[in-house]
């Protein structure tokens, strides 16, 4: 059953609980209807050197079980006369091999030597893994199979994320009969072989986690305000084991969130602060706390975005919606830790109160800034909510935002940009990104970028430094300025917002969801022992 089903009630027709509610009663509508008895597909893979011609190929164990005991040798037969062996991410369709299952999708995973590649800061072999099976999903989707059965392939979570995350499309908002067809996915169980359920089931969590964030992302803008946006939050981590608490504009007033505000003002909509806890350890465990960067809309304010530019800002918001997945997989997985996050929600707009180039805002800190920029006011939103941080006294903070372009020029889409000052930090997240194949890279947090935020006179900081590019740089040291003692990491997400759909395979063109599933195995392994039922599966830390 989907997870999306525990939702409560709608609050307003367009949250995302209506919509996965409505979606599942009408998938099962559908299955009673279109299909007695439902059908059935299975994807199974097979090892190959692609580097050797003559390699006949290798199938995997639940592969090989399920050739020898159930077709008696016909589906590898098959296989060889359909041609070459499948490469990685290549799938051959097999059908009616055998009563139980109406088509068979074998899947490409390369060679059975890929493990972990210290100079891509990749698990190889858990990557393929989840393209493979999203490829032999998606082909079965287009079939219109109701139940998809998924041999772990060796790495049961890397199976689930990417078979739960290879079929997910955003769709809510055509015409029912025009919808592509989403299956139920589940893991194959052979009783003569060891079965992973708890990595399968671990991997179907941060996939959902993940969807969530992207169907957030996906909303139009005028469908996701920051109203809405508190609105779908409260349903969808309802009974969840997250308490969510909805401020509004007058206690950011009364807290002193003057650079929240000031962004805030350019627009009708009025500003929501959510605050999120998750009570997974003792009282006396100091929280962790994220924070997430929660525009709505992005316009650019007076210093105005082109058309262009403008057209994928609904997703300015996914350090918001990052959090807000995070969270509700923390809480799905009963992690032992304590979790605040802390999510300042708003449109940045053009009107006739909107911050101008050459304001300055003072804050709380008591520290005065110059806005030189008003298109870079990622950083403004997210200052008051580090600086209410210390009122937890945290473990140490984490910001995931979207603040600036440049690292697409630097990165592409392969990876997030983090700065930190902690090396444990660093250590952790990096491996977490190895482990989930969703990668970070470190950027400086030299002092040479500080002192351009800081090169004026009359001000103490400039939102916008003086020297030539080093833009995310900048950026990260003017946060640093208003940050409370302690442990602190940036995740610079701007770059990875959205994908294409060829750069991951296993994601769909539009929102990407980035870097939920990294975020979650980061937290997971910071509190996971050994004999801990949990996330930490990296063989070997880079």
């Not at 803008?221 to 981590?237: D, G």
């Not at 000052?421 to 040479?448: C, F, M």
């Not at 063109?509 to 980035?514: L, P, V, W």
Request: hydrophobic letters at 40%; one cysteine or more; glycine letters at 8%.
């Amino acid at each position: 059953m989907s997870p999306w089903r525990s939702l409560v009630k709608p609050i307003v027709p367009r949250t995302i609980g209506a919509i996965f509610r409505r979606n599942f009663s009408q998938a099962i509508k559908g299955t009673e209807k279109c299909a007695s008895p439902p059908s059935k597909g299975l994807v199974l893979g097979i090892y190959v050197d692609e580097d050797d011609v003559f390699d006949s190929g290798t199938l995997t164990p639940a592969a090989a079980r399920y050739n020898e005991a159930l077709t008696n040798g016909r589906l590898l037969e098959l296989i060889h006369l359909a041609g070459p062996i499948p490469k990685r991410g290549e799938v051959r369709i097999f059908y009616d091999l055998e009563p139980t299952f109406k088509a068979v999708a074998v899947c490409g995973l390369g060679s059975d030597c890929l493990g972990y590649e210290s100079s891509e800061k990749l698990d190889e072999s858990k990557e393929a893994i989840r393209v493979a099976t999203a490829s032999g999903c998606r082909e079965l989707q287009r079939l219109e199979t109701n139940f998809i059965y998924v041999e772990d392939m060796g790495h049961a979570e890397s199976a689930a994320e990417g078979a739960h995350m290879g079929i997910w499309i955003n769709q809510e908002l055509k015409k029912i009969e025009k919808r592509m067809f989403v299956p139920h996915c589940q893991l194959h169980i052979d009783r003569a072989l060891p079965c992973d359920s708890d990595g399968w089931r671990i991997g179907a969590i941060k996939a959902e986690a993940q969807n969530l964030a992207r169907q957030l992302q996906e909303m139009p803008p005028n469908l996701m305000t920051p109203t809405t946006f508190a609105q779908n939050v409260v349903q969808i981590l309802a009974n969840s084991g997250v308490n969510v608490e909805v401020k509004v504009r007058s206690w950011a007033e009364a807290q002193g969130m003057s650079s929240f505000l000031a962004v805030a003002k350019g627009s009708c909509e009025p500003p929501i602060f959510l605050e999120l806890s998750y009570y997974g350890a003792g009282s006396k465990e100091r929280p962790i706390v994220l924070v997430g960067q929660g525009n709505t809309f992005d316009s650019g304010g007076l210093c105005i975005k082109t058309c262009k530019g403008q057209q994928m800002m609904r997703g300015d918001m996914s350090g918001a919606a990052c959090v807000v997945a995070a969270c509700r997989a923390i809480a799905s997985m009963k992690l032992p830790v304590n979790i605040r996050g802390l999510i300042p929600l708003c449109e940045h707009m053009i009107g006739c109160n909107a911050i101008k180039p050459g304001d300055v805002i003072s804050v709380k800190n008591g520290k005065n800034i110059e806005v030189v920029d008003v298109d870079r006011e990622g950083p403004l939103v997210l200052i008051d909510a580090l600086l209410y941080a210390e009122t937890f006294g945290p473990k140490y903070i984490i910001d995931v935002s979207t603040t600036s372009e440049s690292v697409l020029d630097s990165f592409g889409k392969v990876c997030s940009a983090v700065f930190t000052n902690s090396e444990a930090l660093w250590q952790r997240i990096k491996s977490a990104g190895v482990h989930t194949g969703d990668r970070v890279w470190r950027l400086p947090l030299w002092d040479y970028f500080t002192e351009q935020i800081r090169s004026v006179e009359h001000v103490d900081v400039q939102n916008v430094g003086r020297c030539v590019g080093g833009e995310p740089c900048c950026q990260a040291a003017f946060l640093r300025e208003f940050l409370p003692c302690g442990q602190w990491m940036h995740v610079d997400a701007n770059n990875v917002m959205t994908t294409l759909g060829v750069d991951y395979p296993y994601l769909r063109h539009g929102m990407a969801g980035r870097p939920t599933r990294t975020l979650i195995e980061f937290i997971a392994q910071s509190i996971c022992k050994e004999s801990d039922i949990c996330v930490q599966r990296t063989q070997e830390k880079p």
